[in-house]
Each structure stands twice: as C-alpha cells, then as structure tokens.
C-alpha cells in the first residue's frame, strides 16, 4: 500500500517562499510518476506540476501560472518528492496534494493512483 504524507504548508506573506514535501512510504518512489495538485473550497483541485518517474529522465511540467515561480524536484533516496514555491501570490492559497501514478509512461495531469491528504498553504496579501 502506498502511502503519501504532505508536509510544509503554513501561512507567508505575498512574496514570499514555502517549501513542501511528500514522503513517500510503501513503495520506491523512483518507480512512480509524481505531481501536486491543489483546491480551494468551492473549486475543482487542479493541476499544479508533474515530475515524471527517473527512468524517463525526471522531466517536469507546470501550470502555467506557476512556471518561473515554483520548482518540482524528487530525492529518490529519501523517497520524497519536493514542491518549491516562491513569490507566492494570494492567488496560491490553497490546500495542496501529493500524487503518484505507476506505470511507465507520463501523463503529467493525470490519472493518479495514490492521494495525499494534503497540506494547507494560506498567503497573506
């Protein structure tokens, strides 16, 4: 059974720089593509970025709005995958998922098998 546990979110002003984490446990993560994804109430969760497993080179994609801002990253040794998010916006604000999808093709936005239950990312004007 794998397991995803999101970690890192808290409040930070407009401009400002968070770190989050997913620790992947269960499974060896360098087998599985990975993504976030966030949602506000009211909202669909919606695609954030995408890294794909390492034998398919790490590649990464981004919403647009994100691109230049925020940085997907995976450390396979410690089974964790990594979302750098800088100049955050109050537009940003959002509780965020971690995903995981196996198989050895990518498909950045989707389907994922296994769900995080999410980290809160709150940004102060």
């Known amino acids: 059974q794998v397991m995803l546990a999101e970690s890192g979110g808290g409040l930070v002003q407009a401009g400002g720089s968070l770190r989050l984490s997913c620790e992947v446990s269960g499974e060896t993560l360098s087998r599985y593509n990975m993504g976030w994804f966030r949602q506000t109430p009211g909202k669909e969760r919606e695609f954030v970025a995408a890294?794909?497993?390492?034998?398919?080179?790490?590649?990464?994609d981004y919403k647009e709005s994100v691109k230049g801002r925020f940085t997907i990253s995976r450390d396979d040794t410690k089974n964790t995958v990594y979302l750098q998010m800088n100049l955050l916006k109050p537009d940003d604000a959002a509780v965020y998922y971690c995903?995981?999808?196996?198989?050895?093709?990518?498909?950045?936005?989707?389907?994922?098998?296994?769900w995080g239950l999410g980290t809160q990312v709150t940004v102060s004007p």
């Open positions: 995903a995981a999808a196996s198989g050895t093709s990518w498909s950045p936005r989707g389907p994922y098998d296994y």
């Open positions: 890294i794909s497993w390492t034998w398919l080179g790490s590649t990464t």
